[in-house]
């Protein structure tokens, strides 16, 4: 082949290259379009110029669940069919840390089903335990060979081995109803419990069905140049509650002579499922933060109470200081 006859070839090959990244962008701007808001047709197919060419559907949706202290807003899902007959699909995911400082989070196992039977492998998710996380998983051979996956068909699932399931749907024809795990909030009576040497403020306390206290410690996590370490989590069981309850106080204040107990709506009276644990609060040395947690099995509707003493003085168990705490 002479100098012209290769210089032709080679034009031919690099416009041919241009045409092809022109598609895929083309390709790319349809797909954008094509998103409509949740309930309405949301399936956008993008047509494909060659057989080997891969052809994606997407859904526009907007829901949120709750797991782990962190709330989960799934924005968007795109299923691509791949040329050996996989599907691959990509999630579009908002998380948000709304765990009272200091933060206790729990990071869920995430997969994704169809009509309630998983299509994917466990998907690992790793949001930062602070702040705000927007993040976009690709999820690799979903579903048979040589079946597309259809989106509108899908939820996704985040839970823990045997634990409870908070569940997105992401379109009409998921076979799942949404379930989501945010936390009740349990109003107190009063704001703050002096009893003996213990001085508290109660600051949050709620009724959790996703996670409760754990003993064993969290990694530490940068904030800034300082490290800290969260309070860890660990997973419900399915019907299995907790009510969380967090106290502030002075620096120094140790829990470990502070004596709780937690009456529940049927009369029960349960002492903390793990031991009362004191952290810093991150930017604020003159602080702790107490918490404490009750698991139970059984109903959850009606008035709670609280029962605090310090039991390094002697008979103060037997004149604890009462809080009630009701939801809504």
């Known amino acids: 082949m002479g100098h012209r006859g290769r210089a032709r070839a080679a034009n031919g090959g690099w416009n041919r290259l241009i045409r ?130 259809d989106p509108n068909r899908l939820s996704l699932v985040l839970a823990a081995p045997g634990a409870a399931r908070a569940v997105l749907p992401i379109g009409a024809r998921s076979g799942q109803d949404p379930v989501d795990l945010r936390p009740t909030v349990l109003h107190p009576s009063a704001d703050t419990v002096h009893v003996g040497r213990y001085r508290l403020v109660l600051s949050s306390a709620r009724l959790r069905e996703d996670c409760t206290g754990n003993p064993l410690p969290a990694r530490a996590v940068p904030i800034g140049t300082t490290p800290f370490v969260p309070r860890s989590l660990r997973a419900l069981k399915p019907g299995q509650h907790s009510v969380e309850v967090l106290f502030e106080a002075p620096a120094g204040t140790t829990p470990e002579q502070l004596v709780l107990h937690l009456t529940l709506p049927d009369g029960r009276r349960l002492a903390p499922s793990t031991p009362v644990d004191a952290t810093a609060h991150p930017g604020r040395p003159d602080t702790v933060s107490l918490a404490a947690w009750f698991d139970f099995y059984g109903d959850t509707a009606g008035t709670y109470t609280l029962e605090a003493a310090d039991g390094s003085v002697e008979g103060a168990a037997d004149r604890p200081v009462a809080v009630t705490l009701r939801a809504g």
């Not at 083309?26 to 047509?47: E, F, I, K, N």
């Not at 206790?104 to 299509?119: I, K």
Request: glycine share 10%.
């Open 20 to 149: 092809r990244r022109t598609a895929a962008l083309c390709a790319a701007a349809v797909l954008t379009a094509g998103c409509t808001p949740y309930g309405a047709d949301t399936l956008q197919a993008v047509a494909s110029g060659s057989p080997a060419r891969a052809v994606a559907r997407s859904v526009a949706v907007d829901r949120t669940a709750w797991w782990g202290g962190s709330s989960y807003r799934l924005t968007g899902v795109t299923a691509t069919a791949q040329p050996n007959g996989r599907t691959e699909v990509e999630l579009v995911l908002g998380v948000v840390v709304e765990s009272p400082v200091p933060a206790a989070s729990a990071l869920p196992r995430v997969a994704l089903e169809q009509e309630g039977v998983a299509v994917s492998g466990p998907l690992e998710v790793q949001p930062p335990p602070f702040g705000r996380a927007s993040l976009t998983v690709t999820v690799q051979d979903v579903g048979p060979p040589g079946q597309l996956l």
